[in-house]
């Protein structure tokens, strides 16, 4: 992992005109606040469609969108290549839903055709015939990260499948995560994740903040932080995800 500059730690809202649906900018005010809690420097930098994306960022946050907005973000980055640029560079990228779906290799777009994505993730999204997922989530993170359960809240049509080179973010214990019926939730592959949890996800699961905040240091431990709110948010979720419909 690259160090960080001298102003600290910089994180990049990628098109938060285009991709910012269910409060997904949350995650970047959680990222943001879990780094000063430590004393650490950080700087944010919201970046919109029609500006250039920074190769110099440590964490990139990409959020979920509607299909129009979803198939003009794809568009516009595969022409930009600073976010593939950046991941080459060893940069973290944690994408939601729609942003997550870009960061594989195809999805079905508004126009009903296949879309390229960026290929950071080796997924493919299809449009799911069933019913749209929707409802909060409770699903067992991957244990190689050593992260507590994931509870978020999931609205989407998609169907996700993972190639050989993407692992499993999480496995579903409540709700229906990727689509596939294979009970996987998200995926991720080195420094690269996608999720179909809103919520937001980090003000949820703030222990994920802290994993891309480690990742971003290549330290393995973080201060401690008072962390009442967080648990009482999610001790309230979890439990309305495994109460009977």
Known sequence: MRSTSQNGLRVVWVYPDLLSTYGDQGNVLVVERRARQRR??????????????????DIYLVGGGEDRPQRLAAE????????NRAVSNGAIVFSVCAGYQILGHEFINDLGQRQQGLG????VSTRGEGARCVGDVLADIDERLGLPPLTGFENHQGVT?????ARPFARVRFGNGNGSGDGFEGAYHDTVFGTYMHGPVMARNPHIADHLLKLALDVNALPPVDDQWYEALRNERIAAATQPA
């Open 76 to 83: 516009r980055l595969i022409r930009d290549g600073g976010l």
């Open 120 to 123: 950071l993730l080796d997924v």
């Open 161 to 165: 499948h993972l190639g050989p080179t």
């Open 40 to 57: 650490l420097e950080v700087s944010r930098l919201d970046v919109r469609s029609d500006q250039q994306i920074p190769t110099s960022g």
